[in-house]
T-cell receptor, first 114, second 115 residues
Framework: DTEVTQTPKHLVMGMTNKKSLKCEQHMGHRAMYWYKQKAKKPPELMFVYSYEKLSINESVPSRFSPECPNSSLLNLHLHALQPEDSALYLC?????????????FGQGTRLTVV | AQTVTQSQPEMSVQEAETVTLSCTYDTSESDYYLFWYKQPPSRQMILVIRQEAYKQQNATENRFSVNFQKAAKSFSLKISDSQLGDAAMYFCAYRTTNSGYALNFGKGTSLLVTP
């Protein structure tokens, strides 16, 4: 199983809503990542978890709150988002954080904030 | 800060032909890793090929190969015998220890494959 599963695939939320994105992998990977990708742009790193601990936060606004409850699961909690937060949110995982290891990506959640 | 530049926003190739996508990068690091990722309309990023900076031999994966010119900081991707399924956005990416091993992507090249 070389799959990273993200749910939901699409999400529409209002600016006052609270929602969560979920990412799951069963490859035994101990590094997990959240990226944000705007249309026709490259992915931008948001957060990195290593062994279930947050190791990198790329100065992301606090309305995005990551959580890694176990080694297989990564959540991104969303609250009071702005329309400019509409984007494709990609989750990825790799064996460990190192230069060579392949990062496996999910298909993403297409988020629209209205 | 490291930058990755892909100067070709769009490229087109006929089926069975060969195409080369260019990528240059700017870094002061000596130890780093370079990648090409493919993102088809399905949105999933897929690793195409990778190269370690200290290896002089160019990486090859079936129809995909790279031309790594370390002194010129160039990392181009050659796709041979192009297939319709190769149509996608291709991102060049850079990774180093000093960035926490985060992938730093170029802006991408959209590849169209025509029959």
């Amino acid at each position: 199983d070389t799959e990273v599963t993200q749910t939901p695939k699409h999400l529409v939320m209002g600016m006052t809503n609270k929602k969560s994105l979920k990412c799951e992998q069963h490859m035994g990977h101990r590094a997990m990542y959240w990226y944000k990708q705007k249309a026709k742009k490259p992915p931008e790193l948001m957060f990195v978890y290593s062994y279930e601990k947050l190791s990198i936060n790329e100065s992301v606004p606090s309305r995005f709150s990551p959580e890694c409850p176990n080694s297989s699961l990564l959540n991104l909690h969303l609250h009071a988002l702005q329309p400019e937060d509409s984007a494709l949110y990609l989750c990825a995982s790799s064996q460990v954080i190192s230069g060579w290891t392949e990062a496996f990506f999910g298909q993403g959640t297409r988020l629209t904030v209205v | 800060a490291q930058t990755v530049t892909q100067s070709q926003p769009e490229m087109s190739v006929q089926e069975a032909e060969t195409v080369t996508l260019s990528c240059t990068y700017d870094t002061s690091e000596s130890d780093y890793y370079l990648f090409w990722y493919k993102q088809p309309p399905s949105r999933q990023m897929i690793l195409v090929i990778r190269q370690e900076a200290y290896k002089q031999q160019n990486a090859t994966e079936n129809r995909f190969s790279v031309n790594f010119q370390k002194a010129a900081k160039s990392f181009s991707l050659k796709i041979s015998d192009s297939q319709l399924g190769d149509a996608a956005m291709y991102f060049c990416a850079y990774r180093t220890t000093n960035s926490g091993y985060a992938l730093n992507f170029g802006k991408g090249t959209s590849l169209l494959v025509t029959p």
